[in-house]
């Protein structure tokens, strides 16, 4: 991509934009300038007031910061942009990264689990993370604290890559900055928020599909059944990964969710070996290299009438996308950029699975 990076990021970090909007503008105009300048056109076709576009001096003093971190940008797009991460739909526009890039080029695994996990389950998850190393394999995790905390551990020396839901600047939590630091100058630390940004709830969701979507598989040890861990095993069941669970007593209530996967069809591992035969090809043909190329062309002009009959099949509880194509009769790409100017206009909200839904 021709664009500066303070052309994407403005993009980015304006109003309304998130990473499917993003990638759909860019893949209508070309560029992230010439989407910029269409953003009130576009808006004012969904109905609502144009976006508030980033201000260039903020995005200056944004990429100044990263600089004087010793970090830098990742843009989707980019020729060293992880190719798994790519396929995701709603891949991160933008990820700002310490530390050694390369270590997205070997095969990843992703170990997750409870925060309050067990001693056994920590000893465990760190064995693993160390025995995955040996085998020439990057541990991905969150830096939280219990499991993946413990997986880092185990896997400093042989290649650990943590993503934070936070700014690249801040750790959390607390306890964990050494270790967040040590992640940064041994392995590889990754942040979609810019500097400064504080971990608030509703970015670990978005965290825990990049450690999903970096990965070929991902191990869930310990987790209660709605957690964190279980959102980051779905992301990477609809990405097509594999899912593998370490089983657990049916007393303890940190293994309820391991075996709950367990019974809706992940793989049951016990050690190194079974996780290395789920992410080993069969045959070594069949590897696949993932490109990402943003969306194919969108159509450009939707009539008023095709508009309101998209709107008319809208409402608060969130639809997928392919429901509306097919209630509408429309093309896709007519649909989706009815979508994109609703969302634009501040309108829609998008929701995981594909989802939409008013605003």
Known sequence: MADTREARLRLLRSTNIGPVTYAQLIARFGSAEAALDALPMLAARGG??????????????????????????????????????????????????????????????????????????????????????????????????????????????????????????????????????????????LAEQPPGTEPLARFFPARNRIIAGLALGTVVVEAAPRSGSLITARIAAEAGREVMAVPGSPLDPRA?????????????????????????????????????????????????????????????????????IRQSGMPPALVQTVLLELELAGRLERHAGGRVSFA
């Open 48 to 189: 609502g007031r144009a976006p508030v576009i980033a201000d260039p001096g903020t995005v200056r003093r944004e990429i100044a910061a990263v600089e004087r971190l010793g970090a830098r940008y990742l843009f989707l797009g980019d020729a060293d942009y992880p190719p798994l991460l790519a396929e995701l739909e709603n891949a991160p526009p933008a990820l700002i990264l310490r530390g050694r890039p390369e270590l997205l080029d070997r095969p990843s695994v992703a170990i997750v689990g409870a925060r309050n996990a067990s001693a056994a389950a920590c000893r465990f998850a760190r064995q693993i993370a160390l025995g995955l190393g040996e085998a020439g394999v990057t541990l991905v995790s969150g830096l939280a604290r219990g499991i993946d905390t413990a997986a880092h551990v185990g896997s400093l020396g042989s290649g650990t890559v943590g993503v934070i839901a936070s700014g690249i600047d801040i750790a959390f939590p607390p306890e964990n900055r050494e270790l967040q630091e040590r992640v940064a100058r041994e392995g590889l630390l």
């Open 256 to 324: 309820q969710g391991c075996n709950l996967l367990i019974r809706e069809g992940a793989t049951l591992v016990q050690g190194v070996d079974d996780i290395l035969e789920m992410i080993r090809p069969i045959d070594p043909r069949a590897v696949r290299s993932p490109t990402r190329r943003f969306a194919g062309p969108i159509a450009q002009d939707a009539s008023d009438a095709e508009r309101a009959a998209i709107v008319a099949l809208l409402g608060p509880a969130a639809v997928p996308i392919d429901e509306i």
